[in-house]
């Protein structure tokens, strides 16, 4: 039996706005993560965590994209680089060109670059190469199966067993849009594909939809948490 997928709204009177006032070196803000360690915000180049209710700056890289907290550490994907970021430095643990990085069923993480998918727990543990005909990579997400799911610019990705599936609009299962933009888990072991026309939900039994008519604000899904 499947858990049917839904989606809520947030009161109005829960919402805080943040921005330079709050501390924010920049309003374009890449991606949060919260977590043991502290909420972060990657505005810009700038890494920022949350104290007193204002954002301080503690690091700041060049092509930073997106944020990974794991086991009380804080890292960062960047254009040159996945690197760990501490108080007083800087350390890159691998060289390349990283976008995103996710915590997998096996307590480790798996770090999505332009051209490979890495597992990794202070060294490298595996990689798997993305096919050659893929679109651009944007994010990633690991099921509890082991299922790699990278989502990209030309469709779904999906890994296992040593062989790659693409997921399109054009397929039987299609999705809302190709231009996959995010991919999550969920706690109930759901798929959420964020595409630039809605969301797609996989609850084991088929794919669902939610767009605008289901209470969406805006059907161009860049991220889901």
Known sequence: MTTPAKIGKVPQKMKRFFSRREGLPHTEVRDVAAGGSGVYALAGEHLCRLEKGT???IAELEGARSIALYRGRVFICSGSGFYEIE???VAR???????K?????RDTLWILSRDKVVEWSDK?????????????????AVDSSGTIWVATGD?????RDGEWRRYTADGENGLLSSDVRAVA???AGHLWVGTSRGVNVFCG???????????????DVTTIF
């Open 101 to 105: 990085a996710v915590l997998g069923p």
């Open 185 to 187: 888990v969920d706690s």
């Open 205 to 219: 039994g088929g794919w669902e939809t939610l767009t605008g008519r289901d209470g969406l604000p805006y059907e």
């Open 87 to 89: 108080e007083d430095r």
């Open 124 to 140: 490298v543990l595996g990689e798997v190469r993305l096919p050659d005909d893929r679109g651009e990579p944007r994010s990633l």
């Open 155 to 159: 469709g779904l990705l999906s890994y």
């Open 55 to 57: 954002f301080k700056t």
């Open 93 to 99: 643990h691998l060289e390349g060109d990283y976008v």
